[in-house]
């Protein structure tokens, strides 16, 4: 029933169960928190959007195994320079959108999913136990499970910080250069990032196919201009070779150097290897298989909600790299979703309280679009613009910080 100041009286708080803090989980948070102050999300890009006719109370809580948002798109570069990973990691407790009443969050990983009772179980880190946390509607937002390079192994700022400097001491100090293994879009990234940072190293990519991102739904000239780009910084680039041997080597006793075996015979003495060849994989092992595909994305509708055969499934919603959603992973994806997934929340539980028919904002598939930041260049895939690339690009896709000003300045950290 709608007061007169437009609060409605729901009798209790709504408890929104957010599982992982990042572009995804954090968007579909905040989208929630604007619509119960009564404000238009942040997130809408719609500029005739009007504040939600009704307020009603919700109690949001995070669970993430981080104690912090990482902005995992600048992790090539992150991982290799102390300064800029001092700004690619904010502890939630530090951000100042997420300082309210309303939101709590949970340092742990959740375990298990009972979307019948409607009861997460969470291994809590800092007392090693298990909690049992109900809900009334769950987000899940925990991606996919990557592993070192690709992105720290600390779960803590603090630890980070020093992995940071033990990585970066890798880099620079390693007497026959770098090479990394694997050409997709990660290692392309971060060759071209380690090769900038320190100009004097020899950094060498290694790739198993004919091209780089082989993998990537993209045209092959968009893998010619990213090799192109990689050879103007320097980079060297071996094609259609797998590494079959990695062989630890004492070159002078104290420092180790690695001797790599190419599947062609070719064999090459370096300082240092970096693999970014790893899969990653759906981290929906707390999900029954039911709402899953059987490569454990979640299955969703373009509502968000879970489609596959759950008890409560209109109660539960999938955003980003988790959920079964055509088009290339993208945080910019992860967020529309996350906003998306807010916004439907809020809908469903207007309607609840009795406030009419829920409008849910439904999702378009989404285009292969892509962009890479190497260096002082980017290269952008878009289906209608083709390939582009250059220094104007970086700037206008990344900002001067790997997207870290447009991606959490603005629409996470600020309030
Ligand atoms: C190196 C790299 C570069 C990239 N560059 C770009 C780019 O330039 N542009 C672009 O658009 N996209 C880029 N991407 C893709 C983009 O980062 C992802 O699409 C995006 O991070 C997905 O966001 P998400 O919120 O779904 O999940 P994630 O960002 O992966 O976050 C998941 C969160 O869930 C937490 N979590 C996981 N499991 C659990 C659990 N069981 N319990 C509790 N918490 C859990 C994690 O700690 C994490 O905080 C890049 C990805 C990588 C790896």
């Given at each position: 029933m709608p007061s007169n100041d437009g609060v409605l009286a729901a009798g209790r708080a709504f408890r929104v169960l957010v599982i992982g803090g990042s572009y995804g989980g954090l968007a579909a948070a905040l989208t929630l928190v604007d619509l119960s102050r009564g404000?238009?999300?942040?997130?809408?890009?719609?500029?005739d959007a009007t504040p939600p006719p009704h307020r009603v109370p919700i109690q949001i809580t995070v669970a993430d195994e981080r104690d912090g948002y990482y902005h995992l798109i600048g992790s090539p570069k992150a991982l290799a320079c102390e300064n800029f990973a001092s700004e690619s990691w904010t502890r939630f407790q530090d951000i100042p959108a997420l300082k309210s009443p309303n939101i709590k969050f949970i340092r742990g990983s959740v375990s298990g999913v009972d979307c019948a009772a409607k009861v997460a179980q969470i291994l809590e880190t800092e007392t090693n136990s298990k909690r049992a946390e109900p809900y009334d509607y769950l987000v899940v937002g925990s991606g996919l499970r990557r592993v070192f390079p690709t992105v720290p192994r600390s779960l803590r700022r603090a630890e980070f910080l020093e992995e940071v400097k033990r990585h970066a001491d890798d880099i620079r100090q390693a007497r026959e250069g770098v090479v990394i293994i694997g050409g997709g879009a990660v290692g392309v990234e971060m060759a071209a990032e380690l090769k900038i940072l320190v100009p004097e190293q020899k950094v060498t990519l290694i790739h198993?196919?004919?091209?780089?991102?082989?993998?990537?739904?993209?045209?092959?000239d968009f893998a010619e201009r990213v090799e192109t780009i990689l050879n103007e910084v320097g980079v060297e680039i071996i094609l259609e070779?797998?590494?079959i041997e990695t062989t630890a080597v004492n070159a002078d006793g104290e420092r180790r150097t690695w001797r790599l075996t190419l599947s062609g015979g070719q064999q090459l003495v370096t300082g240092h290897v970096l693999s970014a060849i790893s899969r990653p994989i759906p981290t929906s092992t707390y999900l029954s298989p039911e709402a899953l595909t059987d490569d454990g994305y979640v299955k969703v509708h373009s509502s968000l909600?879970?489609?596959?055969?759950?008890?409560?499934?209109?109660h539960h919603f999938a955003v980003g790299?988790?959920?079964?959603?055509?088009?290339i992973k993208r945080c910019g994806g992860a967020m529309h979703m996350g906003h998306y997934a807010g916004n439907n929340i809020y809908q469903h539980i207007l309607a609840e309280c009795g406030a009419g028919k829920p409008r849910f904002m439904t999702l378009n598939p989404f285009p292969n679009v892509i962009g890479l930041a190497l260096g002082h260049k980017a290269v952008s895939w878009t289906p209608d613009e083709g390939t582009r690339h250059g220094e104007d690009l970086l700037i206008s896709l990344f900002g001067e910080d790997m997207g870290n000003t447009n991606f959490q300045r603005v629409e996470i950290i600020c309030d």
């Open positions: 404000r238009v999300p942040r997130f809408s890009s719609n500029p198993s196919r004919k091209r780089l991102l082989s993998s990537e739904p993209l045209p092959d070779q797998r590494v909600q879970f489609s596959g055969s759950v008890p409560n499934s209109e790299d988790l959920a079964a959603w055509n088009g």
